[in-house]
């Protein structure tokens, strides 16, 4: 699976999943009324959207989790890179610290991270 496709409204959804799953889907009705304002119909919707595309189950009106947290974000975050500045890391960078400065704490987090993912 390379890529998911996953809406702004559905990731607020699957946070809410990933949060709670295994939950039944009345419970998780209740949530999405309670944080994301939703109609029955539309967590209904949304349930079935998200099972189509993979990322999650629905059996006995029991929701479970197919697809991590993780994994999409680090799906969606590759498919942002490509579409958005042609899949150059070094090109994200330089236009996110534009106009920021990091701390040094950030600054070495960051440099540990390089160098856990050298070839």
Request: aromatic share 10%; with cysteine; net charge neutral.
């Amino acid at each position: 699976m390379d890529n998911i496709n996953i809406w702004d409204s559905e990731y607020r959804f699957m946070l809410i999943v990933w949060d709670t799953a295994p939950i039944s889907s009345g419970k998780l009705v209740e949530f999405c009324q309670e944080k994301l304002e939703w109609k029955k119909s539309t967590t209904y919707n949304a349930i079935r959207r998200m099972c189509d595309k993979g990322l999650i189950k629905n059996e006995n009106a029991i929701v479970s989790v197919v697809i991590p947290k993780e994994k999409v974000q680090m799906m969606e975050g590759k498919a942002f890179l490509d579409r958005t500045f042609e899949g150059s890391l070094p090109q994200f960078i330089a236009s996110f610290l534009n106009d920021k400065s990091i701390s040094e704490k950030e600054a070495k987090e960051i440099m540990r991270l390089i160098d856990s993912h050298r070839e």
